[in-house]
């Protein structure tokens, strides 16, 4: 079992910057994918960004330009530094990580950008 533990959240004013952290029990270069989700109250979650194993890098339109994912392979940290962050960002995010045959969430760091 893969343990995902995010921190990093926190209030932060609308054109301000944080960056989260998802630290995880193993060695990621198991894990094919990881990435971070926000979900809305009453919503799905949504990708925000991911990271291959091999540093490809996927974004949703909405950050492109002022979100960047990264990873410290000897921290097995995954991180996601935010940037010109606007109220509609506010959310809980999820660390998120899969390999072939599993998918693995962390408990959800909250996330709140004031106008």
């Known amino acids: 079992q893969v343990q995902l533990v995010e921190s990093g959240g926190g209030l932060v004013q609308a054109g301000g910057s944080l960056r989260l952290s998802c630290a995880a029990s193993t060695n990621i270069f198991r894990l094919n994918v990881m990435g971070w989700y926000r979900q809305p109250p009453g919503k799905q979650r949504d990708l925000v960004a991911s990271?291959?194993?091999?540093?490809?890098?996927n974004y949703a339109d909405s950050v492109k330009g002022r979100f960047t994912i990264s990873r410290d392979n000897a921290k097995n940290t995954v991180y996601l530094q935010m940037n010109s962050l606007k109220p509609e960002d506010t959310d809980v995010y999820y660390c998120?990580?899969?390999?072939?045959?599993?998918?693995?969430w962390g408990q959800g760091t909250q996330v709140t950008v004031s106008s």
């Open positions: 998120n990580a899969h390999t072939v045959l599993r998918v693995y």
């Open positions: 990271i291959t194993t091999g540093g490809t890098t």
